[in-house]
């Protein structure tokens, strides 16, 4: 549990585009030491989609018909079609930057955890078995990593992904719709209150910049919606 209370800037975001979600993200890590607090932004997909790692091949994304984006965390392929999606944007300095990729990702995933169970749910947290699992074909809901939230039955709940840079911590989460029989709004709602509790948040709106969104629209068109990006992941410059 972070022990300090944390002040938390919540954005209830629209369903946007593949491309427009992921450019969001990478400014949300940008900006993150001038705004100077966590963003937890929940947000939906306005068509179609799945995202993929980082470090994977679009051949990794099996499913036709979709819109396809690379993300710049890592992780496996996610279909967005029975998942709720969030993101944590947090600055350096707070207390989950100062722990290691796998602790922070624990410290983010028990509240998830705690949700699942408040919501009736049976859930753990996957141990880590020492099992590699290949990253170029990885299917996100389908191979659980170490301390993703496994259901009592061993369906994957929910999972996520991290980049860290010098301006903080990028999570990339996905929570599957079948850790509540309420609805998307209930597991927000639950996590929501878990973060509260357990990473001690005290959430206020987030005004969100007309900068941020005119910027997100252009880096969605230079870099995300490209095959430059998409199939060779070569940046813009």
């Known amino acids: 549990m972070i022990s300090n209370a944390s002040r938390c800037l919540l954005w209830m975001d629209e369903s946007r585009s593949a491309c427009m979600n ?9 900006h993150a030491p001038e705004t100077g607090a966590p ?6 997909w306005n068509e179609p989609s799945a995202s993929f790692g980082y ?5 990794a994304v099996t499913r036709t018909g979709l819109t396809l984006v690379r993300r710049p965390t890592g992780g496996g392929v ?11 944007a947090i600055p350096p300095g707070h207390p989950i930057c100062g722990l290691d990729r796998m602790e922070s990702y624990r410290a983010i995933h028990e509240p998830i955890m705690r949700a699942v169970l408040h919501l009736g749910k049976g859930a753990h947290l996957a141990p880590d078995l020492g099992e590699k699992h290949d990253r170029a074909t990885l299917q996100c809901f389908v191979s659980p990593s170490p301390n993703d939230v496994i259901a009592s039955d061993g369906v994957k709940l929910a999972g996520a992904a991290q980049r860290r840079t010098r301006n903080g911590i990028l999570h ?26 357990e990473l001690s948040f005290v959430y206020e709106p987030f005004a969100v910049p007309d900068f941020l969104l005119r910027s997100a629209e252009e880096l ?16 813009p410059c």
């Open 22 to 30: 992921m450019a969001v993200d990478e400014l949300l890590l940008e």
């Open 39 to 44: 963003v937890l932004r929940f947000y939906g």
């Open 55 to 59: 470090s994977q091949p679009i051949s």
């Open 78 to 88: 996610v279909y967005h079609d029975c998942d709720l999606t969030y993101t944590l």
């Open 172 to 197: 990339q989460g996905s929570v599957s719709l079948k850790a509540s029989d309420k609805g998307r709004d209930s597991i927000i709602q639950a996590i929501r209150n878990a973060f509260a509790e």
């Open 220 to 235: 969605a068109v230079r870099k995300y919606a490209t095959d430059a990006w998409n199939v060779d992941k070569v940046a």
